[in-house]
C-alpha cells in the first residue's frame, strides 16, 4: 500500500530514494544499535534519534548548549542550523548525555562530538550495520543505515498521534512556510479507515422481521401493515387509532396539493 513515508525522499550515496515503512529505525531496532556502540556513538545516535536532529547540528552541540532543566530532562540548545535555531528536549538521551559529560572533561566551547566530517559517522553506522546483520539478518538484510534516518523516523513517530503540524514544524526547526511537515501528515485510504475505526465493536446484525400473519384469513403481511391487504383485518387497537388519525388527515393534505 501506499504509505506516507512513500512520498519521503532521502539521499542515499548522493542518489534520492523514497523510504518505505521498514526502512525506518523503530525503538527496537535503536537499541540494538546501542548495544554495539561506544558510550560516544551512544549519546550521538541517542541525541539524534529522540531530538530528530540533522547530523550537522548535532554535530555542532558544545557543552554549554547543554542544560539540565530536571533529572530527567534535558534541553539542548541548537544554535547552528540550516534554517532555524531552537530549543530541543530530550529525556531518555539524558542518561547518556550525563554519562558521556561526567567521562570526558569538556571545555563549554567545545564540540561533543569532535569529528572529521560527517563521513565518519556514516562509516561507524556501516559498521554497526554489517554487525546487526551478522547478528540478526532477517531483520538488517538489505536495510540501510545513515545519520538523517534516525530524524526522519523520530519526526514519522512524532507525527503519528504525538504532535500536531505546526509543533513539528517548530520542533523540526521548519519555518512557518515550509511544507516539510505536510509530508509527515500524509494519510493514506487505510490511514483514515483505520483511524475512524479504532476501538469500533461491529454492532450485531438485527434478525430479520417475521411477517405479520391475518388471525382472520392467515396471510402474511408485511411488518409495516396496519392491515390485512387481502381481506383488511386491522391487526390492533393501536393501529385502529392510526388509521382514524390519518382519516382524519388525509383529506386536508389533498386539498393542499390541489
Known sequence: RNDLLDLLPSKINGKTKKLSKIDLITKKDLEQILKYSNLQYRTLFMILYEGALRIDEALNIRK?????????????????????????????????????????????????????????????????????????????????????????????????????????????????????????????????????????????KPEPKKPKMCGICNTENNQVNLFCWKCGNVFSDEDKEQLAVEAIIQPYEVKELR
Open 64 to 204: 554549554k548548549d547543554i542544560k539540565f532543566k530536571s533529572a530527567i530532562i534535558t534541553i539542548i540548545k541548537i544554535s547552528e542550523s540550516k534554517t532555524y535555531g531552537r530549543d530541543v528536549p530530550v529525556v531518555e538521551s539524558t542518561p547518556y548525555i550525563k554519562e558521556y559529560l561526567r567521562t570526558n572533561d569538556f571545555e563549554p566551547k567545545i564540540k561533543l562530538f569532535d569529528f572529521k566530517n560527517n563521513a565518519t559517522v556514516n562509516n561507524y553506522l556501516i559498521f554497526i550495520l554489517k554487525k546487526l546483520v551478522k547478528k540478526h539478518p532477517k531483520q538488517w538484510k538489505g536495510r540501510k543505515l545513515y545519520p538523517h534516518l534516525f530524524r526522519h523516523s523520530r519526526l514519522t513517530e512524532l507525527a503519528r498521534g504525538k504532535l500536531n503540524e505546526a509543533q513539528i514544524r517548530k520542533f523540526a526547526g521548519w519555518s512557518a512556510d515550509s511544507t516539510m511537515a505536510k509530508i509527515y501528515f500524509h494519510l493514506d485510504d487505510e490511514d483514515i479507515i483505520n483511524i475512524l475505526t479504532d476501538n469500533v465493536v461491529e454492532a450485531p
